[in-house]
């Protein structure tokens, strides 16, 4: 069959294929196609962003999401449709719809399988959501970021032995960790360092009032900072950071 050709063929997942053919079979053109596909992320995240709009300012989200994540999805298509996708799972986990977050991981993997990093969120944002004891939210933040630390190592380990198969070599053989690589890690980790001490500030000091939606937020603001390291690994292994980024 077309979805299974190219799935063998090129690596393309299920989902983004069979919309893919979908609209060939339209006979419309290459650039309907990126056009739809466009339209549904941006509908997705405007979506998103009217369901958590007493969180987080529509038009400030909007414009966020157009001069850093809409450019950058016409690079990486599939994985940029998972991402609005993720988002919407991020915000069910919030609302306690545990099996429609699940359900929306899956279908993000069958447009991206890097997808399956947001099952960390998923596990994180359901223990998290469960939680009344503050002395067990503090344990389990403490042990999630212990972990996050240490996601860069494991990954690069595992893929060095050859775990994930031929299809992610690419995510682990481009070694190119220079200088200039290094240095740019740490100027995005510099500009992210004012914000990840706001929030820790702001933690701290409404500790007693915060709900457990925002601290999830803030958590996963926090551990994408943390994972950064990601990028020294490969270009490929670094887009994994936009999973806790987006």
Known sequence: TYCQSMHVLFGIE???????????????????????????IGANIA????????R????????????????????????????????????????????????????AYTFHSASLIALLIFAFGTMLMRLENKDQIIALIIATVLISILLPTIFKNFGTLGVFGDKYSQYFGQQYVGQQTVQSVSTTLAIRLPMILLIIYNLIANRECIDHGSLFIYVLVIIEAIILPFQLISPAMGRIVLYFGI
């Open 47 to 54: 979506f998103v962003l009217f369901s958590i709009s007493e």
């Open 56 to 107: 987080i300012d529509v038009i400030y989200g909007w414009l966020t999401y157009c001069f850093i994540f809409y450019t950058l999805s016409f690079n990486i298509l599939r994985q940029t449709f998972a991402l609005s996708i993720i988002l919407i799972a991020i915000v069910e986990i919030c609302k306690n719809n545990n099996i429609k977050s699940l359900i929306l991981i899956f279908l």
């Open 14 to 40: 299920y989902g983004f294929s069979i919309l893919n053919y979908i609209v060939a079979l339209t006979h419309l053109s290459v650039h309907w196609f990126y056009f739809i596909c466009e339209f549904i």
